[in-house]
């Protein structure tokens, strides 16, 4: 098994640095997992790779990046436009899901919650010694603080 990108990143850069790094490597997987669906046709085990991934390069938990999209939402209950914006994120998602397209489509879907990922990343590196829990805080304050935002390209 490899170890979690956090682990091999040069200790010079900043925490953005570092957070920008790690999803490099996230999306290069991605990217090649996405070509051997297409090359095979078989686009099914793009849901599981996608976890593995986060787990394997980012050392997250399954699951996390829900936690995020919760938070995100939860901290823009006031911002209509983000959270129409997230709603359109969902409502493509169910489209493609009842059109039996969402494998091909799936890498697009995740994509757009990055930033959450790398902010999430990037507080981690900067206070490494919090817990999960109280980098979700941190994660919390930061989503309005900083003005993260969920776009759907």
Known sequence: ??????????PSQN????AQAAMK?????????????????????????????????LGLRKGLWVDLVDIYRQENLENTERLEGLENLENAFVEKLQDDTL?????????????????YLRLSF???EKSEAELLTLFRASVTDREIVVIFP
């Open 1 to 10: 098994m490899r170890q979690p990108i956090t682990e091999m990143i040069m």
């Open 15 to 18: 925490p953005l640095e570092k």
């Open 25 to 57: 490597k996230v999306n290069e997987r991605r990217t090649e997992i996405q070509q051997t669906a297409e090359e095979t046709g078989d686009f099914s085990t793009l849901f599981t790779a996608s976890e593995e991934i986060f787990k394997e390069e």
């Open 103 to 119: 494998g091909t489509f799936y890498f697009t879907y995740i994509r757009s919650f990055d930033e959450l990922i790398l902010e």
């Open 126 to 128: 900067e206070f490494p």
